[in-house]
């Protein structure tokens, strides 16, 4: 893609991280190994100029312990 500065052509980069169910607790599991946590991963995306533009949360409460209207 060209930068609308400059005109030169710019390669980017970007990771789409899709996680179901099961993936995200896998996931989890593999953060606790290193010491941590959701916030800590997203804090270190930020430091490697990593940024977020999506995030869908789909939540199944089949007890109802989360009390939503």
């Given amino acids: 893609m060209k930068s609308p500065e400059t005109q030169a052509v710019e390669q980017?980069?970007?990771?789409?991280l899709y996680l179901t169910g099961k993936?995200?607790?896998l996931?989890?599991?593999t953060l606790l190994k290193q010491n941590m946590n959701w916030r800590n991963f997203f804090e270190k995306t930020r430091q490697y100029r990593g940024h977020l533009i999506r995030?869908?949360?789909a939540i199944n409460d089949k007890w109802g312990l989360?009390?939503?209207n």
């Fill in 55 to 57: 995030l869908d949360i």
């Fill in 23 to 25: 993936g995200t607790r």
């Fill in 66 to 68: 989360l009390d939503m």
């Fill in 27 to 29: 996931f989890e599991k």
């Fill in 12 to 16: 980017k980069f970007g990771t789409t």
